[in-house]
């Protein structure tokens, strides 16, 4: 089982424009991204990067959720990530 942490160490990446994290998943990283428009749909629409970086850390328990029902079907992207969409509330 993954230990996600509290959410401290979730950041936007402005190249991506995504809110990012990551967990030690045994001896390598795995990278999760949640995208803006997954955000908005759980919270609402929000001004600017530490608006949708706040609204992470507030839901990150559901946000972990998800995580962990798209680890348990093996559904990650090509990149070995996992990516959080619209589509996964």
């Not at 979730?10 to 991204?33: C, T």
């Not at 609204?55 to 680890?71: E, G, Q, V, Y």
Request: hydrophobic letters at 40%; aromatic letters at 8%; glycine letters at 8%.
């Amino acid at each position: 089982m993954l230990e996600y942490g509290s959410g401290e160490n979730l950041y936007w990446d402005p190249v991506h424009d995504e809110v990012r994290f990551s967990v030690d998943q045994g001896a390598q990283k795995l990278l999760i991204r949640i995208a803006p428009d997954a955000l908005r749909e759980l919270c609402g629409a929000a001004p600017n990067a530490d608006a949708y970086v706040g609204a992470a850390r507030r839901n990150f328990s559901h946000i972990t959720h998800r995580i962990s029902d798209k680890l348990s079907l093996g559904l990650t992207e090509a990149d070995g990530s996992v990516l959080i969409r619209k589509t996964d509330w």
